[in-house]
């Protein structure tokens, strides 16, 4: 929802600004998942997946803000 809203802004500055925060988003969504297999509501291989899956995307929304930063 982030990248989306700030997609909407009127500067790139603000843009790349909503690109941290979804990253950050993102982190705190693998923080509730660590959470949530410790309460034993995934399972380790869940959370596993979930935490490749994140840092795959956030390796995507850093290159998005270097490649918007670098023009």
């Not at 994140?54 to 023009?71: D, V």
């Amino acid at each position: 929802m982030n990248i989306a809203e700030g997609k909407g802004r009127n500067s790139q500055k603000e843009f790349v600004q909503y690109l941290y925060i979804a990253r950050g988003s993102l982190y705190e969504t693998v923080t509730l998942a660590i959470l949530f297999e410790k309460r034993n509501w995934i399972s380790q291989e869940e959370l596993g997946k979930l935490e490749s899956d994140a840092i795959e995307i956030a390796s995507m929304i850093k290159g998005l803000i270097n490649s918007i930063n670098r023009t």
